[in-house]
Structures are given as C-alpha cells and as structure tokens.
C-alpha cells in the first residue's frame, strides 16, 4: 500500500440528506452513523482520517471521540467541494498526495474496501497506466439490481493483469451510468461511491465545470471522465450499505447488531 503518511481518508458529512435528515447523527449501536463510519475508516489503517462539515454538531460527535474535524463553508455542491476545501486547511503544505473520499453513509463499510480502492495509485514505474482516480464495482448477482436506476452501473475494459499487484480483477473505465449497460451477454457492475485521487486530479477535477453528460445522468464522475482523465475500478466481492432512508437504517442497526 502506499505509506501512511502520504494518505488522507477524508469524510464529507452534512446535515441536510433530502431523503434522511440528519442521517449522520442518526444512532447505530452505541454511536452516530458519522463515528460508525470513522471508526472504519480509522481501522483500515492506511492513512490519517478527517471529517469534513459545516455541522458543529458533526464537528462535536467526532472530535468528542478523539477524531479529527474540520469545519467547511455550508454551500459547497458536492462531497469532493468540501473535501477539497478541508484538506488545503488540514495540510496546506500539500504533504499528502493521495485523498480518498469516503461517504459518510457507510456505517457497514468493510475497511479492506479502503485498501482496494487505493490500490491502482501505488502504480510508480508505469506513469502511463497510473490512473488519475481509482474506485470500485462489483459484479451484478441480483436481476433486479441490472434495472435499478438507483444502481448505478460501471462500463469499463478489463485491464491487463501485469497492472495488477493484488490478483484482483481491474477495469478502466469507459462510462457510468443508471441505464442497464453495456447490454449482450456478460457481467454488469455496481459502481460503489469510493474515490481515491491522486492530489492533482482531485484540484484538477474540483475545478472543472460541470459536464454536459454529468448533469444528465446525475453522476459526478462523469466530469472526470469527459475531461480525459482516466478511472480505475477495482472489482471486490462486497457492497457496503449506503444509507439512505428510514428502512436502510434499521437494515445497517441489524447488520451491526443494534436490533
């Protein structure tokens, strides 16, 4: 893995879920979701871990924990915004070269998911197959899941296997989408919203415009994609569960116990 001290895991957390309000406060087990999900991003341990919110109250549930916050302006669009501003506050001096952004909705995450989307931008010798930004998929198994528009489907071309340390299936990205794509026979992916960025593509991709193709199909990576910069996705054999409404709550308090 790339060393520690060259790693950031930064959180963006708000308040204001349209479907969930103030999810990240919402109680799982003995603590908020956001310390839920701190907690295993802390325990992947491959670099230091920072909230990023404009809640005092977020602010409070993690440092109250011994967790590091930072508080960010209240009107960025999206989570890599306000990670953005985050880090040039934690680390002016630009110490860390590689961000990940870690949803705060993730209470179920498996930390071992941190490590694999990280994984592509340890590439050193080969600067030409080094991705700009790594993330992850997995393989489709559900039939409903192909024509949900809310899974989110990942269209890329299997990579060589010499690009891979890990024995792990990789894939470069061609498109994101709702659609059910690509259509024949094989295998679709779920995308899964974990991002990891060198520092440079993370500023280059903060200050790029929003896409025409972005705006439609409502996914921000599309940018990074339309700007010839170049995803990674590693395929892992898990999804953590992304909370979003009242019943995928009570879902990730059985998952942990809280019943």
């Known amino acids: 893995m790339p060393d520690k001290s060259d790693t950031l895991i930064m959180i963006p957390a708000r308040m204001q879920a349209n479907r969930l309000?103030?999810?990240?406060?919402?109680?799982?087990?003995d603590a908020p979701m956001i310390v839920q999900v701190w907690r295993r991003a802390c325990a992947a341990k491959v670099g230091h871990v920072v909230v990023a919110t404009d809640s005092e109250e977020i602010h409070k549930a993690i440092t109250d924990v011994g967790g590091q916050a930072q508080m960010t302006r209240a009107d960025h669009q999206s989570g890599s915004d306000r990670i953005a501003e985050a880090l040039n506050i934690v680390d002016?001096?630009?110490?860390?070269?590689?961000?990940v952004n870690l949803q705060g909705d993730l209470p179920t995450l498996e930390p071992e998911?941190?490590?694999?989307?990280?994984?592509?931008?340890?590439?050193?010798?080969?600067t030409l197959n080094r991705p700009d930004i790594a993330t992850l998929a997995a393989r489709i198994t559900l039939e409903h899941e192909r024509h949900n528009p809310n899974v989110v489907k990942v269209v890329g071309t299997p990579l060589p296997k010499s690009n891979n340390t890990d024995g792990l299936e990789r894939l470069r990205a061609l498109y994101f989408t709702r659609a059910t794509a690509p259509s024949g026979d094989?295998?679709?992916?779920?995308?899964?919203?974990?991002?990891?960025?060198t520092r440079n593509?993370?500023?280059r991709f903060i200050a790029l415009p929003p896409s025409p193709l972005e705006q439609r199909e409502r996914l921000e990576q599309l940018r990074a994609l339309e700007a010839?910069?170049?995803i990674d996705v590693t395929v892992v054999d898990t999804i953590p569960l992304g909370v979003d409404t009242p019943a995928d709550l009570e879902l990730a308090r059985q998952i942990l116990g809280d019943n």
């Open 21 to 29: 309000p103030g999810k990240p406060m919402a109680m799982i087990n």
């Open 92 to 99: 002016p001096h630009k110490k860390a070269g590689l961000i």
């Open 113 to 126: 998911l941190v490590t694999a989307c990280l994984t592509p931008l340890k590439i050193q010798n080969h």
């Open 186 to 197: 094989g295998p679709l992916y779920h995308h899964i919203g974990i991002y990891a960025y």
């Open 201 to 203: 593509a993370l500023e």
């Open 228 to 230: 010839g910069m170049h």
